[in-house]
């Protein structure tokens, strides 16, 4: 059964970042965007750098290695829209002062 996992607490990470976490043997990049918390696979597709590590703006990470742009909220991959490629979204709640994202088995 998936479950939620925390992963920091809120604070943590800066309005407009993201930080990533392993979780459940999972990389997660964790964004605070708007005053809200977002979960994607941190990995990019393309050569594999840490989307956590990227630089977010109006809702979307890009890559630090080659700029590939992903939405933080829906995974979209932003620079082609019709592409099916897409980065997993995970489901992300606080609760108390924990930041925790829900894993699938």
């Known amino acids: 059964m998936a479950e939620f996992h925390t992963v920091a ?7 407009g ?12 990049a964790v964004f605070f965007v708007g005053g809200k ?6 990995t990019c597709p393309h050569m594999g750098a840490s989307l956590a590590a ?3 703006e109006n809702g979307a990470v890009y890559c630090p ?6 939405c ?5 991959w932003l620079d082609n829209p019709k592409s099916t490629l897409r980065q997993e979204v995970f489901e992300t709640q ?3 002062d924990e930041i925790q ?3 699938p088995d």
């Open 9 to 15: 607490r809120v604070g943590e990470i800066p309005e």
């Open 37 to 42: 918390y977002s979960a994607i696979y941190d």
């Open 72 to 76: 933080v909220t829906e995974g979209t």
């Open 101 to 103: 994202v829900k894993i």
């Open 17 to 28: 970042q993201g930080k990533a976490f392993e979780v459940a043997g999972r990389m997660i």
């Open 65 to 70: 290695w080659h700029a590939w742009r992903f």
């Open 94 to 96: 606080v609760v108390g």
């Open 54 to 56: 990227g630089y977010v």
